[in-house]
């Protein structure tokens, strides 16, 4: 049992310390960080979507080739019809848990500005014991209609909550067996043969998703309604949850426009961040390791197609290798052995 905590312990400390390196490495091979997103028109011969990810900047492409998928026809009635009831994230308007230092945790899903933010909670984290907090607050789901979820006003709920639905696609087969029709094409979309995701997002106005980044090439595509990214490159101090914590991948900073810089002090995110609001038919290109905070601007529809980074690949890469630890090693021989295991990849990550 020990060795079994002791090994979880060590490959959560190794992820943190991989994606570490990855972003370090993201950030100094594409160190010409944008000031604004590039704006490009996609149906111009010879457009190459491998190349614009392969930038690392963020872009807004027109006349994608998403125009011509056929889930610009969606219609919360259409998604009814073909969804059925569908498992949406349930959103209270919690007390906002700021101010309270001894907490290992200071925001949860809350109302902030009459907006409900929701941020991820990672469950069997090793720090999850210690939050104030449970999995469970986090995603509390009910069965409801695409219609219910896509509502504008509170009013319309009669509850003091908001609703959130977010899908793997592929997940959606059995009760919409053709949905994959409704994105394609799709094929210059795709990186990679491994590691893609194809998502279906649909929230009403004023949902807010918490700032956090993700490992991969991310193409968003707007269906209906509008969003607001707000972005900030790799190079930003975002105070990030610890990868043993629940909201690993995500800030600490709750209020980005009024961050306390006591508790922050290299927090630069309220001059440095960019502005895109997205429209039907708009596609961002959201490059590896960009914090972004996203907010529904207008009852929203959205697809995006997830790649993994190559970053990414060699952590898995490092993940399939034996553990280089024993119990029973000093901890100068465990430092010298992780040394010379990472050694071994570091042609690929450096």
Known sequence: MAAASFRSLFYCSLNGL????????????????????????ASIAGFSYRKIADLRQPAVLTSSIATKW???????????????????????????????????????????????????????????????????????????????VFKATEEE??????????QDIGL??????????????????????????INLWVGRKGITT???????????????????????PPSTEMYLYPCLHPHYGHSQISNLAKANKMKFPLFEGDTKGIDVVLRR?????LPPFWYHRVETLESSVSVNVWNDAPEYD?????????????????????VLRLAKKLALNSDQIV
């Not at 950030?27 to 000031?35: G, Q």
């Not at 709920?157 to 977010?166: A, K, R, V």
């Not at 067996?177 to 990186?191: A, N």
């Not at 918490?210 to 595509?221: E, G, S």
Request: with cysteine.
């Open 281 to 285: 038919g708009d596609m961002l290109v």
């Open 70 to 148: 056929k889930a610009f026809t969606w219609t919360p009635e259409i998604l009814d019809k073909k969804l059925g009831n569908v498992s949406a994230y349930r959103l209270d308007q919690f007390i906002l848990l700021e101010g309270l230092p001894q907490l290992p945790i200071i925001h949860i899903c809350c109302r902030q500005r009459e907006n409900p933010v929701f941020i991820t909670f990672h469950d069997n984290k090793p720090l999850e014991p210690f939050v104030r907090v449970k999995w469970s607050d986090f995603n509390r789901k009910v069965n409801t209609s695409v219609t219910n």
């Open 18 to 41: 991989l994606l570490s390196l990855a972003a370090y490495y993201a950030i100094h091979k594409f160190s010409n960080e944008a000031e604004d997103v590039i704006r490009l028109e």
């Open 157 to 166: 709920h009669g509850e003091n909550y908001y609703l959130y639905y977010s």
């Open 314 to 334: 060699v952590m898995e890469e490092i993940y399939k290798k034996p553990i280089p630890l024993e119990l029973h090693w000093s901890l100068s021989m465990r």
């Open 210 to 232: 918490y700032t956090h980044y993700d490992a991969t090439y991310n193409f968003f595509v707007q269906i209906r309604g509008e969003k607001r990214f707000t972005l900030f």
């Open 172 to 197: 959606l087969k059995t009760q919409f067996p053709d949905i994959v029709s409704y994105v394609q094409p799709i094929e210059d979309l795709v990186l990679s043969s491994h590691g893609v995701q």
